[in-house]
């Protein structure tokens, strides 16, 4: 039997989906822009250099080092302007605001949306540091794939020239699905961080709740739809923990392009 607090859970996990969608539209642009770079810099090698291993070397050292700045600052910049905008509308939804007005009645004091902003942005430069492991997984990634692409270049006899043209192709191609991927996935992982540390900040007594869009989601998170613990407390999810969708903690299988997100509500309401 689906309950109210079941319905009021799903609306939300559907608003916060339209506006998820909406910030990796705008994520996908930054992250484009880190790969629209690779793509001129490994095109311009391809066209200085006369063989394949010379070409490789000289990848390899843009991969290993200007690449991964670019795609660092990309990441840095979604998760600040995501976090800001997921914290307006997180504030709104805790004050009372357009969504969810039966929890005005929140008594704790509202901080100024501006000071638990200018916490997110520490809050995002030290997660930044902590994700260069990932930054290094992406951009390893991709240089990979264009070593298998030379090196079925040169086992079918293509000609420098050649084999630089379907570097590009391939870079097109793969590296657009790539960055929407990473857009998606790093947006909800920005987005249900800020929506936690505003809930801190305004009311850590509410308990947070697993909310599940069902669009597409993968059966662990359809277990975990509704899962209320407090906010210090992780969700076990699969047999993993984590303190919120997209924790980064978590293995890959649980947060790449995971649409799912966080309600709050009293402790009291869970077993409503």
Known sequence: MITKRDD??????????????????????????AHTFDRKHVTQIMRATGSPETALEHIKTYFDGQSRIYLTNALRIVWKETGKAAIEVTHDVLTGGD??????????????????????????????????NKVVGVTDTAYAQIQDV??????????????????ESIMGETWK?????????????????????DARAMASDLNKVWACTFLNSRQDHIDADGQSVPQSEPFMVGGEEMMEPGDDSASADQII????????????????
């Not at 609306?11 to 484009?32: C, E, G, I, P």
């Not at 990473?182 to 992982?189: A, D, F, L, M």
Request: hydrophobic share 40%; proline share 2%.
């Open 99 to 132: 969504f969810l007005r039966d929890y005005s009645a929140i008594t704790k004091q509202d901080p100024a949306v501006e000071r638990v902003q200018a916490a997110w942005d520490l809050f995002v430069e030290n997660k930044i540091t902590s994700r260069a």
């Open 177 to 197: 699905a790539r960055g929407e991927t990473i857009s998606h996935t790093e947006v909800n992982s920005a987005m249900n961080a800020a929506m936690l540390e």
């Open 257 to 272: 392009n995971c649409a799912c997100t966080m309600f709050f509500e009293r402790p009291e309401e869970a077993s409503d």
């Open 150 to 167: 030379m090196a079925q270049g040169v086992k079918d006899g293509s000609t420098h020239y050649e084999i630089g043209l379907q570097i």
């Open 8 to 33: 009021r859970r799903y609306r939300f996990a559907l608003v916060m989906d339209s506006h998820r969608t909406l910030w990796a539209r705008k994520a996908f642009k930054q992250v484009a822009k």
